[in-house]
């Protein structure tokens, strides 16, 4: 190094998002151009994905610098103190607890080796990208409900629909991309009737985001020995999204059938699970984007009224808008032609648009271009 420490260039890059290296005589600017190949460019709000903007948190960027100077080393000891971490919060060992790169991969793994026995029963609108992955390869494919007039997850038409060609049963809760959840005593009992029968999966990515995380979780029941598997990500409210860390927590015999697919510890990276480490325990950092995302889905519920619209009820950091006539891919470019950067149809939903909580003024900016857009979109 020249001119700057490597403590110093890592610090500077990581809060300021500007510096400068020097290595072997040549100069490298990070500059506004550089820096938006890692998030949005300056001036986009990019709503589009359900990050939290706000991470990662000051313990995890601090965590990240330090084991990004042990990158030489694969993650042995890193992994396996998150696993201890998590296993003990929940009163579990670690042979109940498999880490992967976000919780895409053990949810595509489950998936996939639940296709080698039976289809996949879920709602005719959820989260289907990693089950859609686990079934391509399989003879078996994915049963889905019929719709639902209020989009809510119909839990007693999912258990009339239980048969013996069903291997696993997929809930997302809060569902994605409506942001509903279900009733945690209805949803407890269901999976406790339903894993007699087959695997239950409940994918809790946005779980710590509900107004009751703890009664909210499924994971009492695998404690109970039941045949239930949670999945869990620190890509959403702990603000890790680019860095990949997830988790699945099941009895160890389902597990097996997990970890048969994919790369352990291998798959992981040491700065992404010293983030989570540093970050799984900050209740402060967690308290306070949850305020953030809170605030944000306060405007936006406002804006939408204002704007004669509605939206499903959400515990999660992103909201469906029901736009009423709109199309919801044209609504989604006119968005984009004023900077907003949101999503547009799911599967033939055609007239419900997902937006994300982001940093106050990114949703403000959506706030702002709402009427024009409605208008040019219509």
């Given at each position: 190094m020249t001119g700057i420490s490597r403590r110093s260039f890592?610090?500077?890059?990581?809060?300021?998002?500007?510096?400068?290296?020097?290595?072997?005589?040549?100069?490298?600017?990070?500059?506004?151009?550089?820096?938006?190949?890692?998030?949005?460019?300056?001036?986009?709000?990019?709503?589009?994905?359900?990050e939290n903007p706000y991470g990662p948190s000051p313990a995890a960027l601090k965590a990240m610098m330090k084991a990004s100077a042990h990158g030489a080393y694969y993650v042995r000891e890193s992994a396996q103190r998150l696993r201890e971490m998590i296993a003990e919060r929940h009163g579990l060992t670690t042979d109940h607890v498999v880490l992967s790169s976000g919780s895409s991969g053990v949810l595509t793994y489950l998936a996939l080796a639940s296709s080698q026995q039976g289809a996949i029963l879920a709602p005719d609108l959820f989260w289907d990208t990693?089950?859609?992955?686990?079934?391509?390869?399989?003879?078996?494919?994915?049963?889905?409900?019929?719709?639902?007039?209020?989009?809510?997850?119909?839990?007693?038409?999912?258990?009339?629909?239980?048969?013996?060609?069903?291997?696993?049963?997929?809930?997302?809760?809060?569902?994605?991309?409506?942001?509903?959840?279900?009733?945690?005593?209805?949803?407890?009992?269901?999976?406790?009737?339903?894993?007699?029968?087959?695997?239950?999966?409940?994918?809790?990515?946005?779980?710590?985001?509900?107004?009751?995380?703890?009664a909210s979780t499924m994971?009492?029941?695998?404690?109970?020995?039941?045949?239930?598997?949670?999945?869990?990500?620190?890509?959403?409210?702990?603000?890790?999204?680019?860095?990949?860390?997830?988790?699945?927590?099941?009895?160890?015999?389902?597990?097996?059938?997990?970890?048969?697919?994919?790369?352990?510890?291998?798959?992981?990276?040491?700065a992404g699970v010293a983030a989570a480490v540093a970050s799984y325990n900050d209740e402060a950092f967690l308290a306070f984007s949850k305020t953030k995302i809170i605030e944000a889905r306060e405007m936006v519920s406002e804006a939408i009224r204002r704007n004669g619209l509605t939206a499903l009820p959400s515990e999660t950091n992103f909201m469906f808008v029901n736009l009423g006539s709109t199309n919801a891919d044209s609504f989604r470019a006119a968005m984009a032609d004023r900077n907003v950067l949101i999503r547009g149809i799911y599967r033939d939903y055609n007239h419900w648009s997902r937006v994300s909580m982001g940093k106050l003024e990114d949703v403000q900016m959506y706030v702002d271009a709402l009427p024009a857009a409605l208008e040019a979109a219509s």
């Open positions: 890592f610090i500077g890059s990581a809060v300021a998002g500007v510096s400068t290296l020097t290595s072997a005589g040549r100069v490298f600017s990070l500059d506004a151009a550089l820096e938006s190949l890692y998030g949005p460019a300056p001036g986009i709000a990019k709503l589009n994905a359900n990693t089950s859609l992955m686990g079934v391509r390869n399989g003879s078996n494919g994915i049963m889905r409900l019929p719709k639902s007039a209020s989009l809510a997850i119909d839990l007693q038409a999912m258990e009339t629909a239980l048969n013996a060609d069903i291997s696993m049963v997929h809930v997302t809760n809060p569902n994605n991309p409506t942001g509903m959840v279900l009733d945690s005593d209805e949803l407890r009992a269901f999976c406790s009737r339903a894993s007699e029968k087959c695997t239950v999966l409940v994918d809790e990515a946005y779980n710590e985001l509900t107004d009751d995380p703890a994971i009492p029941l695998v404690k109970a020995g039941k045949n239930v598997a949670v999945a869990r990500t620190f890509s959403k409210i702990y603000g890790l999204a680019g860095m990949r860390v997830g988790y699945m927590i099941a009895k160890p015999e389902l597990l097996e059938k997990v970890k048969q697919y994919g790369l352990g510890d291998y798959g992981l990276n040491q």
